[in-house]
């Protein structure tokens, strides 16, 4: 299996600018999250789906930012307008409840807002 | 509120020092508490799941143990190459998502 896929890896952008991280799941798997990792607060959930549905949005900071599971490969999160207190690491991870309950994470994307 | 510390941050050992990282946790029933592996520059790689206190689980040199209130991760005769971040998380019974604590920063010196 290929793992969990995010896109793109690293981008470095402008403040003010529309960011788009994206995340295709391990296929099958039914749970999906979005975390953030940073030095001063670790790795922190922002939202959470289940069945392409969202369950817990509580961790998503303000309404610049927004995610979103159109399908079961496929899942986005946006910032707009971008700050720099946003850089930091964004992490996809997906599971399969019933079979195991393991959650795996996917390689990140670091983003740079300057 | 759900609460994960990681002790120590750090620690340094030499190759073949045994030693203990700790994870303390409060939870409002627990579902399961992870461990994961987060080398520089990579995502969380899964280790263990325990799910209720008395269980053990082992991997090559590493045991997880779990009571409830903390966990441990007892590393023997480590190596160099199990230097890494090793962070602790919990589940808890009234959704899915993992709190994760800050991890501890292993490094094993030759």
């Not at chain 2, 994961?36 to 799910?51: A, C, H, N, S, V």
């Not at chain 2, 991760?73 to 480590?78: E, K, N, Q």
Request: proline content about 6%; hydrophobic content about 35%; aromatic content about 12%.
């Amino acid at each position: 299996d290929a793992g969990v896929i995010q896109s793109p890896r690293h981008e470095v952008t402008e403040m003010g600018q529309e960011v788009t991280l994206r995340c295709k799941p391990i296929s099958g798997h039914d749970y999906l999250f979005w975390y953030r990792q940073t030095m001063m607060r670790g790795l922190e959930l922002l939202i959470y789906f289940n069945n392409n549905v969202p369950i817990d949005d509580s961790g998503m900071p303000e309404d610049r930012f927004s995610a979103k599971m159109p399908n079961a490969s496929f899942s986005t999160l946006k910032i707009q307008p971008s700050e720099p207190r946003d850089s930091a690491v964004y992490f996809c991870a997906s599971s399969f409840y019933t079979r195991g309950n393991t959650i795996y994470f996917g390689e990140g994307s670091w983003l740079t807002v300057v | 509120e759900d609460q994960v510390t990681q002790s120590p941050e750090a620690l340094r050992l030499q190759e073949g020092e045994s030693s203990s990282l700790n994870c303390s946790y409060t939870v409002s029933g627990l579902r399961g508490l992870f461990w994961y592996r987060q080398d520089p520059g990579k995502g969380p790689e899964f280790l263990f799941t325990l799910y209720s206190a008395g269980e053990e689980k082992e991997k090559e040199r590493l045991k997880a143990t779990l009571t409830k209130k903390e966990s441990f991760l007892h590393i023997t005769a480590p190596k160099p190459e199990d230097s890494a971040t090793y962070l602790c998380a919990v589940q808890a019974l009234s959704g899915y998502a993992l709190n994760f604590g800050k991890g501890t920063s292993l490094l094993v010196t030759p």
